[in-house]
Structures are given as C-alpha cells and as structure tokens.
C-alpha cells in the first residue's frame, strides 16, 4: 500500500469534510434522533459511496481530459460553486 498518498488523503478529506453540510446534517439527526449508530452507519456508507463514485469517474475523466485541465476545470467548478453560494444563488 502506498501510506503516504493514502496519508495524504485521510488529511485533505479529514479536513475539508471538518464543519461541512454532511457533518452538520449529522449532528441535526443525531441530536433530533437519539439513535447514532443507524446515522453513522447511513452516513458512512454514503460518504463512501460518494467517494467511490468520485474515484470511478477521475479515473474514467482522465483517460479522456488531461490530467492538468481536469484539475483546472474542477478548480473553477469549485470557485464557481463557491461565488454562486456566497451571492445566495446556489
């Protein structure tokens, strides 16, 4: 197993997902709820779904966009998301 590219994704995601919509949504069910375990084992399955679905499609958009431009045009993507949610439109 290469562990330092698998380190260096644990982090980046630990991170980024660290106060996001999927975590508070969570802690709204699980405060709402009182039954933690169905939620993390819902919640858990469906990040790694998500996620398994990110991995497929990246491996199957590089074989036809460049390396470079899928990183560019998923950079602008995010910048774009972000501009759309901070005037409110997304």
Known sequence: ???????????????????????????TLSSKEHKPVPIFLGASIALCLVTLLGVLGGESLVRVIPAGLLRKLSAGAFVLMGVLMWFELL
């Open 1 to 27: 197993m290469e562990w330092r590219l698998f380190a260096s994704t644990f982090g980046l995601l630990f991170l980024a997902e660290l106060g996001d919509k999927t975590q508070l949504a969570v802690i």
